[in-house]
């Protein structure tokens, strides 16, 4: 597709379960974000990838939150042990460049409920 | 570190009235700012951009003016519609270490028409 996808676009879990989300960004964006969306707020954000390694993963709330990119494409983002705190739209971003100049990419983002 | 803030919403207004959505800033250094808007049902999407102090970013009819000794980034549309209802927020990176990006917490706005 043309765009970032995400999937699912929607998930209820109960809590104490393990969740994973997909991002799938552009074609060629070296670049990829996960960001948090709470009601009302701005995006938070989570981690950073530069090609396969997490340049920055400073946003990641707990070691519940893990994401990986194993081959500079797609990504997952994994929580383990869900709390009702968790409960957020998850927004992944790619980008073709790096620096903060680039304009970022925005999928619809996963929301996650947690029961 | 870097920081942004924006006004409160919602703004509610009536169709071809004028906008203005202030956004102000802190950084090191002169990064690159940002306006992304978010329609409802929608991913958030770039709206405009400015990369250095007094660059003047546009798109769709509004404009944004970096600048640096105002340490601001105020969004403004002269005549605004019922299609720009959205919600709206300025971002800009990190100048240390990974770049980065934050965005501010969003100025809803309804236009009425």
């Known amino acids: 597709g043309a765009g970032v996808s995400q999937t699912p676009s929607n998930k209820v879990t109960e809590k104490g379960k393990y969740v994973e989300l997909r991002c799938d960004p552009i074609s060629g964006h070296t670049a990829l974000y996960w960001y948090r969306q709470s009601l009302g707020q701005g995006p938070e954000f989570l981690i950073y990838?530069?090609?396969?390694?997490?340049?920055?993963d400073s946003g990641l709330p707990n070691d519940r939150f893990f994401a990986v990119r194993p081959e500079g494409s797609v990504s997952t983002l994994k929580i383990q042990r869900t709390e009702r705190g968790d409960s957020a739209v998850y927004l992944c971003a790619s980008s073709s460049t790096g620096g903060g100049k680039g304009e970022l990419f925005f999928g619809e983002g996963s929301r996650l409920t947690v029961l | 570190g870097n920081s942004v803030t924006q006004m409160e919403g919602p703004v509610t207004l009536s169709e071809e009235a004028f906008l203005t959505i202030n956004c102000t800033y802190t950084a090191t250094g002169y990064p690159s700012l940002f306006w992304y808007v978010q329609y409802p049902g929608e991913g958030l999407q770039l709206l405009l951009k400015?990369?250095?102090?007094?660059d003047k970013g546009s798109n769709k009819g509004f404009e944004a003016t970096y600048r640096k000794e105002t340490t601001s980034f105020h969004l403004e549309k002269g005549s605004v519609q019922v299609s720009d209802s959205a919600v709206y927020f300025c971002?800009?990176?990190?100048?240390?270490?990974?770049?980065?990006?934050?965005f501010g917490t969003g100025t809803r706005l309804k236009v009425l028409a």
């Open positions: 400015a990369t250095k102090a007094d």
């Open positions: 971002a800009l990176p990190t100048t240390s270490g990974t770049y980065k990006y934050i």
């Open positions: 990838f530069q090609g396969t390694g997490a340049a920055d």
